[in-house]
DNA sequence: CGTCTATTTGAATGTACTCAAAAGCGGTGG
DNA sequence: CCACCGCTTTTGAGTACATTCAAATAGACG
């Protein structure tokens, strides 16, 4: 069914019995997006919480010379959205797209407080989300501080082997904050050992 | 009086009475570095979660090289530590030094735990705590993908006034994620306009 | 098949680093 | 108060990393 990965998800830190769980579903909306269809553009307000169970989507910005940035990727079992957008009701700094069909649940912000009125186990949820991504990020500025493009790349290709596989080299470049052609020769040089 | 800082900081995002407010302050315990002193070493657990009065801090990594690179900096009514270890008890990824003589405000986890059962607004406020850092690091994530040197050191000048008055360029330079060298550079090149 | 986009390749250029040396600056001890 | 030491910053030359531009090739999709 439908939400197993999202309770699956949910199960990983809180403990829900099936009144609870019910509750949150119900609060959850369904939205299927096409490859290249935009959940969320650079303006727009960020209204929801998107949790992904089938798909690939991208947060990127678009800088002062028309070159995408990428800041970060969402597979199966990732919650993506522009947070802060999101908590403020203020424009959103990033575009969203699908980079393949995709769908999400969605929870907007109404339901997110009456979750934790409800719920209150979904605050530590939440938090802890939170705080995994917090770390992860912590950790992509610390390594592109202190690694080379090639570095990074080949740390890339161990962290997300999805990923790889899934997305278009030319993602991968405006995720590691190098251009196209350069990866590629960096892939040429790696394949030359 | 020592307390009036941090109770300001939290009153930004959640109301106490006077109980709570006096059992908060209860947990906390003071502690005071010299300049180059250690809060913390990578490979240690860090123990506390830690709220600057004064003085600034530096959260860091040696690379391989022995390269030295800054996550973040922090200075008077900032939160500090190492999360992931203070979380998960495992051992620091980052160094935590002072760079000026720095007095620190500290609450261990579980005094933290005590503070969540008997004041659970305080789960919303570490809550807080943690969206505004997160956000934060996903603007500098994408700053420097966005931007050349020159324009995040000219970020940083505007984003962090202070602090360029406060630390030596090589912090600053190790912030950024270029050599010494290559700052004293750029700031010759921006001083000939 | 044709069109559109992604990837590869090569040459020229720019950005940032290394190494080495000199100059500046702050603290300490005599 | 000055001299010296250690550390930071500056300067310059040579080099490595990464980009731009342009053109060719390969792949994806209707």
């Known amino acids: 069914m439908d939400f197993d990965l999202i309770l699956q998800n949910v199960a990983k830190h809180i403990q829900l ?11 959850l909306q369904r939205r299927t997006l096409k490859r ?6 650079q303006g727009d307000i960020c209204k929801t919480e998107n949790f992904i ?6 947060t990127y910005t678009i800088d002062a010379n028309g070159v995408e940035h990428i800041v970060m990727f969402g597979i199966e079992d990732w919650w993506v959205g522009d947070l802060y957008s999101f908590l403020t009701h203020t424009p959103a700094h990033y575009f969203i797209d699908a980079l393949e069909d995709t769908e999400v ?13 409800r719920v209150p186990k979904f605050e530590k949820f939440f938090r802890l989300i939170l705080q995994n991504a ?9 390594q592109n501080l202190s690694f080379t493009a090639e570095q990074r790349y080949l740390k ?5 082997p999805q990923l790889e596989q899934r997305v ?11 251009t196209p052609v350069f990866l590629s020769m960096l892939r040429r040089k790696l394949v030359n050992r």
Chains 1, 2 share one sequence.
Do not use: W
């Open 105 to 117: 649940l969605q929870i907007t912000k109404d339901n997110l407080n009456r979750l934790y009125e």
């Open 156 to 160: 890339f290709l161990t962290q997300y």
């Open 134 to 142: 917090y770390i992860a990020q912590q950790h992509r500025i610390n």
């Open 17 to 27: 019995d099936t009144t609870e769980s019910d509750f949150f579903v119900s609060l």
């Open 168 to 178: 278009p080299q030319k993602q991968i470049s405006a995720f590691l904050g190098i």
């Open 36 to 41: 290249k269809e935009f959940l969320l553009k």
């Open 53 to 58: 169970i089938k798909g690939c989507l991208r």
